[in-house]
């Protein structure tokens, strides 16, 4: 059976939200320098994804912030935690993460890492303090990606756009 044939239920993930479920479905997002997550719990297929765009709120207090799902650090934890509210043991994860691409292309004097990197840097560094380790990952680069996420099955469905010309000189 192919992976889009499957008759799921098909979610789409808009930037700045996450989906926690214990039920089937299939979570489609469209990732460019944005960065998703994937959890799941194989014994359960407990799955939960998450769409962040900037990499880390600063510490404003992600419970109480209201836009604290589109950042990378705040839409992890955040998952995590209702997992774990499902009673799922964060040892038993598989974990994934994808995007932090660099589409867009914007030259200037200062060499501050690209949204993109620091959306991966975020990530990365999240899922090691809470002890999570990616199993498999498709970050940086230059071109944008689709992903379908399976929650029945934990499987990844990636796709990597065509790089767009859009250039943005300062």
């Not at 604290?68 to 650090?73: I, P, Q, S, W, Y």
């Not at 994934?96 to 990530?123: P, W």
């Amino acid at each position: 059976m192919k992976f889009m044939e499957m008759g799921l239920p098909l979610v789409f993930l808009k930037p700045g939200e996450v989906y926690v479920t214990e039920k089937p479905a299939l979570i489609k997002t469209v990732l460019g320098s944005c960065v998703s997550v994937t959890l799941f719990e194989p014994g359960r297929c407990v799955g939960a994804m998450c769409h962040g765009m900037l990499p880390d709120c600063g510490g404003k207090g992600c419970r109480d912030c209201p836009e604290r799902l589109k950042f990378v650090t705040c839409s992890v934890k955040y998952i995590l935690n209702k997992m774990q509210e499902k009673g799922v043991n964060a040892r038993n994860l598989e974990v994934k993460a994808f995007g932090g691409g660099d589409v867009l292309t914007y030259r200037d004097n200062n060499t501050k890492a690209s949204v993109g990197k620091q959306n991966i840097e975020a990530a990365l560094k999240i899922l090691d303090s809470l002890g999570l380790e990616p199993v498999t990952s498709d970050l940086g680069g230059d071109r944008g990606r689709k992903i379908f996420f399976n929650t029945l099955t934990g499987e990844v469905l990636l796709k990597k756009l065509r790089k767009t010309a859009v250039e943005f000189v300062d």
